[in-house]
């Protein structure tokens, strides 16, 4: 199994910056994709950004394009969110998410941490 855990979420003000990290481990046979989804206070669960395993090829939600970067180290099994310019509608419980396989021929599997809290307030 794989084990995906956030960290450095926190309180910023308007204009701030944050960088999220997220460290998987595990039983770790290939991970295809790593992305980042967020979940504001009282709505659902929405993509952020997605980024393949060459880390060639990212994708963005409109709300977050030309603030937010997504990055990934597949030496260190990490990726990274840097997020700029924050919103207060930024505001939100922020995931860590993953395909990927235990086993050289299993089959993918969605894999999720448990959060860290982003609020961007005056």
């Known amino acids: 199994q794989v084990q995906l855990v956030e960290s450095g979420g926190g309180l910023v003000q308007p204009g701030g910056s944050l960088r999220l990290s997220c460290a998987a481990s595990?039983?770790?046979?290939?991970?295809?994709?790593m992305g980042w989804y967020r979940q504001p206070p009282g709505k659902q669960r929405e993509l952020v950004a997605t980024i393949t395993t060459s880390g060639t090829k990212a994708n963005y939600r409109d709300s977050v394009k030309g603030r937010f970067t997504i990055s990934r180290d597949n030496a260190k099994n990490m990726a990274f969110l840097q997020m700029n310019s924050l919103k207060p509608e930024d505001t939100a419980v922020y995931y860590c998410?993953?395909?990927?396989?235990?086993?050289?021929?299993?089959?993918?599997?969605?894999?999720w941490g448990r959060g860290t809290q982003v609020t961007v307030s005056s």
């Open positions: 595990g039983i770790i046979s290939s991970i295809y994709v």
């Open positions: 998410y993953t395909v990927g396989s235990t086993s050289t021929n299993g089959p993918p599997l969605n894999y």
